[in-house]
């Protein structure tokens, strides 16, 4: 089968690999109808994440058609299609039970700080991703959701990540009605937090970037104040200002280690690696919130060290959340909300292209080129 | 001292007075994220799924759990030099640099062992296509013009450095921070 493949960083290609295989009774084989490049691929895609070995597929968004079930294996059947939440979960663990599914702790046995994720690095459980023609899905009992009548297969990709991590961004920010939400990252998961932030009663939502092609889309897409971040002097210092000087109630910090912006970020955290990644965003959201304010982080960072102003978070009194999205939590809800025309998933689809073109999808979304928001890729086996 | 058990005898907070006369269940900030449920409420928490998958593949385990997950990855698995490196960092918890630095490390011999094995197999890489230089090409060809030039102009500098030689050797000039 045709399959993406890790050579090294900003190394990519399409090579034939072997079909996957049930390794456990509740493993299912899906084919995939469509799967997307992620924000969190580039951390990848760069060699910034640890354990990312040569030869490994990436791709946590993906949707599909099982094609092989396992024998314990009794929710779905060969011929459903099928929406993957990005987090590979048992449903039984101490977690799971409590709806942590971005948390379960029986999938990832190389880390205990994050649960599995597929094509995300052996950091993540070791797993192979979606950017390919078939995927094996663990606990196909658990996180693989039939697809909705009549739903739209690219509507459908975009549940597997970008909306529900919009939206757990803007639940965890703790949003109370007329609030002030700030986001910072205007890409696909950015744009889906500021669109949903108005779904839990914002007041006022703003998000701020440096591409301006990206904030108009934000301002289109989300209905939000948009600002360059090059143009507006220093980013805190603005926020301040339009907000009668005491901060927004909440900020999403929606872009992680590779953020921009910073010069001594970028060479402490991006080139020397003396951080893990340049931890701008997470500076700005800290210092730019109201004093009793709430952070929510779903921007990723690696793991350990980050020169983060932890002592103002203390001294402001904040509140920080952060995690993975537990997408199976969430569906139902989002699945409802899409189709009676709330949210527009795909909507944020600027690029598709065939899986063999991979390493130009990768280059053209991290080159933030060509005007890109959103690529999904179409392996060949798709089209059947 | 007899006991070197670190671990000390657990004290019932029931018997400290006042305990829980102000415990509020809304004073909770990570709801709606968490249902509260605390070992002592979940006879559960050592569930794990009825059928484990057979180690049938070297798996690198994290010191901070007692066992190998219910389900793992298998591809890639350790080899070669960047293996014993992954293997050595293994021995060291997630808490530690010793952890992620040597991954980090492994990634960067692993990329080289790639490339070898490409050769071995008879593949010459097309590190033009891999890095996805046709699209740069299409939509920013500026940047790829200067990208490329940058890149020539080190070889040429390097090359030329070579092949001067090291005849006029400079004195190294030393400074302590
Ligand atoms: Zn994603
Ligand atoms: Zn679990």
Known sequence: MLAMEYRGPKRVRAVQKPMPEIKHPQDAIVRVLRTCICGSDLHLYN??????????????????????????????KVGDRVIVPFNIACGECHFCRQGMFGNCHESNTESTAVGAIFGYSHTAGGFNGGQAEYCRVPYANVGPTILPEGMDLDDAVLLTDVVPTGYQAAEMAGIQTGDTVVVFGAGPIGIMAARCAWLFGAGRVIIIDQEDYRLEFARN????????????????????????????????????????????????????????????????????VKKGGVVS?????????????????????????????SVKRLLPRLIEHVQNGVLNPKGLITHRLPLEEVADGYRIFSGKMDNCIKTVLMPPTANQ | ME??????????????????????????????????????????FKHRPKSLQPEDTEVLRSIERPNVSAVFGTPEPPTGLSGLIRRFAFQ?????????????????????????????????????????????????????????????????????????GNKKKKPVKRSRY
């Open chain 1, 47 to 76: 060699g910034n994440v640890p354990d990312t070995r040569v030869g490994s597929t990436f791709g946590h968004e993906f949707v599909g058609e099982i094609v092989e079930v396992g024998t314990e294996v009794t929710k779905v």
């Open chain 1, 297 to 325: 982080i779903v921007g990723v960072y690696g793991p350990t060290d980050n020169l983060v102003p932890i002592g103002n978070m203390m001294n402001k009194g904040l509140t920080m959340r952060g995690n993975q999205t």
């Open chain 2, 3 to 44: 006991n070197h058990n670190v671990i000390n005898t657990p004290i019932d907070p029931k018997k400290i007075k006042g305990w829980g006369i102000d415990a509020d269940p809304k004073n909770d900030p990570t709801y709606p994220m968490r249902n509260r449920m605390n070992i002592s409420q979940d006879p559960d």
């Open chain 2, 92 to 164: 060291f918890s997630e808490n530690q640099y010793p952890h992620w630095l040597p991954l980090l490390l492994a990634d960067r011999v692993n990329v080289v062992e790639g490339v070898v094995d490409d050769l071995v197999h008879g593949h010459i890489p097309n590190i033009f296509a891999e890095k996805g230089y046709k699209a740069e090409w299409k939509h920013s060809p500026q940047t790829l013009v200067l990208k490329m030039a940058a890149f020539t102009a080190v070889t040429a500098g390097t090359i030329l450095w070579l092949s001067s």
């Open chain 1, 221 to 288: 897409y989300s209905y939000c104040e948009a600002y360059n971040f090059n143009e507006i002097g220093d980013p805190v210092v603005f926020i301040k200002k339009i907000t009668d000087w005491l901060g927004a109630d909440c900020v999403i910090d929606a872009v992680g280690a590779e953020a921009a912006g910073n010069a001594l970020q970028t060479l402490t955290g991006r080139k020397l690696l003396l951080q893990a990644g340049s931890a701008t965003a997470l500076h700005w959201a800290i210092n730019s």
